[in-house]
């Protein structure tokens, strides 16, 4: 069976003499892996289809629970993330993360926009690479069903004052006497929300990039047991 599907290469790993098996993440079926033959011969014509971060047409041929790659049709490699390390970490990161939240072949085409969003963002965009980034992470949590609340504290619904505290078991901000929090920044609190597209305050949000993006790290590794090295990589070379 031939099945046309718009996906994006989260992972590619070298087997046989020239073969590659990629974790690409479809707009219709969402994570699968798929197989995908002699594109590390030299002047292989689909060597582009299994480099990470290949937005193409997939045209995959399945067998049983297994998939091919037959051809690809290229819309986007996103070349310009070669040419800057910190905006390539930031979309690695991106990738990275996708693939720990994604189910195999469960369906999430919603995440799926986002991601290209990101990577546009990240390869053609010339703000700070932290916001593509945390806009897309939001998204994918708040998919997964691990959602951060970002309305006031989460416990009485009251404006967080001047001293917010974060509930990572909760995913929500919140006064110190509401939960157990531990002492978050107003910053990170306005850059989050500016990055989910709520309103915020912009002289509030300086050095906001750097801990929104440890926050979400440290979510990750606590309520998913995810352990992101990633996002230090790229809090490593970013400016922000
Ligand atoms: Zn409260």
Known sequence: ????????????????????????FTAEKGKL?????????????????????????YVLVQKGDKYTVKTAYLYDGFYPLRTDIAR??????????????????????GVFVALVQALKGLAYGEGDPAEPLVEFLLYALQSSG?????????????????????????????????????????????FLRKCSGLDYKEH????????????IKTFLATRLDFNATCLEDFLRLYEG
Do not use: W
């Open 33 to 57: 892996t798929v197989g995908i033959k002699g594109v590390r011969k030299k002047g292989a014509r689909l060597a582009f289809a299994s480099q990470p971060f290949c937005f193409a047409e």
């Open 88 to 109: 390539y970490y930031a979309a690695s990161a991106a990738l990275t993360t996708a693939y720990a939240l994604l189910g195999e072949e469960e369906k999430a085409d």
């Open 146 to 190: 691990y959602g951060i609340n970002l309305d006031g504290c989460g416990y009485c619904d009251e404006d967080l004052g001047d001293k917010p505290y974060f509930d990572f078991s909760g995913g929500c901000f919140c006064h110190e006497s509401c939960s157990d929090g531990v002492r978050a920044s107003l910053s990170t609190y306005h």
């Open 1 to 24: 069976m031939e099945i046309k599907s718009n996906g994006i290469v989260l992972r590619s790993i070298d087997y046989n003499e020239s073969d590659r098996l990629l974790t690409l």
């Open 204 to 215: 509030e949000i300086e050095g906001g990039g750097r801990r929104a993006v440890k926050l």
